[in-house]
Structures are given as structure tokens and as C-alpha cells.
């Protein structure tokens, strides 16, 4: 694999909620340079077909390996769960390929005090069952329960944040009987940790919501320096933001996380 340390990281989701892993990325790896693209226009995954869902992301690596990405961040829980086999296939010796799910999976099974799991997100990562088959293989005695949410990514996208509608919402699902006297509640969904502070309010603070944007960006650094490809050059890079469509709420979420003034561009998927 001929890859130089100086090429960009590709990342990519449905819409705005890889921001979150993004953000993360760029605070570990601030010398990183990233390619984010938000297929915007075929929001939400979720409740897509794992076949569908695939070919979007296959479209979307191709454009990322155009822009000579070394390595390709699914940040994207239906994505991984439907495509993260099919993207390595796709890039072969292109690029290193990476998914937000088995981090995740890790840090549960490194931590014996967390029992019993609960695991929220969208329709199609939770019934691909991803979550409870990669944490059983890791560790037997866990027990994981899963409730989809699926009007959450909606919501997020249409930028109902911190109001009574989305407190409403939440508060109908984490009161779902499968959730009850969990240790922790894994974020299955990228949207997720925007509304981060409303989950944890939900439970007084007393149970462990795990967010795994920052699990994962410290997993692409290992990765990086495990395979020489961690960019030391002390410059400020020029971050670039794709959307198959055009939403104001991306672009204001998008400054927020990254701080900056940021150019949006569109690139539709042929």
C-alpha cells in the first residue's frame, strides 16, 4: 500500500451527524487534513435498504479515493453495519478503511463493571444487529438490548435541538421498557451525541452514555501511527465539506464544530 502521510482523511455519513467524529478527528489530529462528505440528499439511512445503502456508500468512496484520501472513515453506524465490507473491498490497496462500530464494541468489552448495554439508532443498524453480535464475540456474559429511534436523525437534521418536541421524543424512547436498569447506553448513531446532553439528562446523569466520536478518532490515530501514515507536518489544513444537497443546518452545524468559516460544496452522486 503506497500511501503518504500528507494525504487527506475521507470521511463521510448520511448528513450532518459525522460532524460529530469529524470534530473529534480534528481535535486529536489537528495536523490532519479532512475530506467530509454528507449525502443530504438521501438522509436518513436508516430506514433504507442495506443494498441501497451500499451503493451510496460505494459512490461516495469512489469520490474519496478521486480525492486521494489514504484513509476512509465511515462515520456512519448503518453505513458500517451494511457497507464497511463491501467499502474495503472497494479500495483494496487504496486506502486504509475504517467503521465507528468496532471501537465501540472494544471499549464495552475492555470495561466488566458495564452488564447490561443498551444500544440506540436508526432501523438499519438495529436490525443488523451489529452491536450484539461484534460485543458477544468479545465478551459472552454482556447483556445487549437495542431499541431503534429512528425519528431522532430527522429531528437533528431539521435542526430540533434542545426543545420540548426533541426532549418529548427522547424521552418516549429511553423510557421503552428494553432500557430499563441499563449501565450504559451506546450512542448507535452519529446524529446521536448532538443531543448528547438531553440523553444524559434523561438518566440524572447517573448512567454512562457512550459517544463514540472521540473512541474512534483515537482509534484512527493508532491505525496512523501504526501504519506510518501520521501527518507531523505542523500547517494548517485546509478542511474541504462536500453535500449531495444543499441544507442551511449543515453548513451552521458544520462552523460550529469546526470553528471556522467554512465553503460548502455541492457534489451530487452519479
Known sequence: ??????????????????????????????????????????????????????????????????????????????????????????????????????????????????????????????????????????????????LATPLLVPLIEEGFIYDNISNAVIKQYLSDDKLKNIDALILGCTHYPIIKNQIRKFYNFKTSVIDSSEIVARNLKDVLTKNKLLNTEHTLPKHEFYVSDYTDFFETLAEMFFDEKIKLQKKELS
Open 1 to 146: 500500500m503506497l500511501l503518504s502521510s500528507s494525504q487527506p482523511i475521507g470521511i463521510f455519513d448520511s448528513g450532518a451527524g459525522g460532524l460529530t467524529v469529524a470534530s473529534a478527528v480534528k481535535k486529536i489530529l489537528p495536523n490532519e487534513k479532512i475530506i467530509y462528505f454528507g449525502d443530504t440528499a438521501h438522509l436518513p439511512y436508516g430506514d433504507k435498504s442495506s443494498e441501497t445503502v451500499k451503493k451510496y456508500a460505494l459512490r461516495i468512496t469512489d469520490l474519496l479515493l478521486e480525492k486521494k484520501c489514504k484513509l476512509i472513515l465511515i462515520a456512519c453506524n448503518t453505513a458500517s453495519a451494511a457497507a464497511y465490507e463491501a467499502v474495503k473491498e472497494r479500495t483494496k490497496d487504496k486506502a486504509l478503511v475504517l467503521n465507528v462500530i468496532d471501537p465501540a464494541v472494544e471499549f464495552i468489552a475492555q470495561h466488566d463493571n458495564l452488564k447490561k448495554i443498551g444500544v440506540i439508532g436508526t432501523k438499519g443498524t438495529v436490525s443488523a444487529g451489529i452491536y450484539t453480535k461484534k460485543i458477544n464475540l468479545l465478551s459472552e456474559e454482556k447483556d445487549v438490548v437495542s
